[in-house]
């Protein structure tokens, strides 16, 4: 199904930001996810986060890999670049983009299939060099794209669609940052607007790799073994006129405003995770207090959520490269090709 455009209306009596632009100014085209996705809330907190910093759209390069993630880029700030790379391979496009011109604010959307599993290579490389971009992964625990198998993020005694349970230990995207030496490390809840829309506002003006990774629950794949409602039920006691499918309608999963210690959000399937964000005691520049902080709420049951880390003192890519403070899209020729005689004498230095 190809995106369909949104109409451009907008109330005359619409707040605008800094740069003259309303909040409709940074959305994208209507979204093809499932309904209920919590992708499209990220969505949602990505063109809050960026109306709210006024981010001129022509200065944002919108990257993706493959999967329901990547066509998040899509849905917001349409007057931005924006590239879908090859499964896994946004990192890379992202850091040539990043390198050619280090004004643009590179903002890169992932899934956990696309980082964790066909991407980790890229994911770990892109860390260690902190590139300057915001990485968010839109962490389901399936593969949506391909009816929901079991992804390198899932829980062990979680339940497929068909109900076979994951016994192999997930790879979690924040304690793996943490332990690469990652420079923000940050986790939210699709449904938790109000937590999520400040880390993305960190996450974008952070110099260096911000990465977020937000729990966004799947509407499709919840059925489970035992269902007389389930997909695998109705296909072994129907009689099928033709080949179909469907897609029940679900509602957006948010949570409440609460102080509370710990917030248990139901699923669509009944079961319940139970998020924890940091306290106002919580140091953030402490990695070891924010690895041990990660391990003891999965050792309860619970989810960290918040800005576990963050450190401002390590130079990004660019900055370790030697890279000129002028972008290098932005050179002339003879900048970037000086000469024979430039490119001998450098060779000298290495014979």
Known sequence: MSSIKKPPVTHPSARTNALGLKLRDYEGTMSTLCAGCGHDSVTAALIQAAWELAIPPHMAAKMSGIG???????YFMKQSHGFNAVHGRMP???TGAAAANRDLICIGVSGDGDSLSIGLGQLCHAIRRDVNMLYIIDNNGVY????????????????????????????DPVLLALSLGATF???SFSGDKQQLVPILKAGITHRGLALVDVISPCVTFNDHEGSTKSYAYTREHGAEAVTTDFVPLRREITIPETDAAVIEVPMHDGSLVRLRPTTAGYDPNDRASAYAHVRACQARGEVATGLLFVEESLKEMCDGLGLPQEPLVNLTHEALC???AALEALMERYR
């Open 68 to 74: 329901c993630s990547a066509k998040t880029t899509t």
């Open 92 to 94: 890379s496009v992202t």
């Open 144 to 171: 949506g794209l391909t009816k929901g198998q079991f992804s390198a993020a899932t829980d062990i005694g979680s339940r497929s669609k068909k109900g076979e349970v994951n016994t192999v230990p997930p790879i």
């Open 185 to 187: 490390v940050a986790r």
């Open 338 to 340: 000086p000469g024979s």
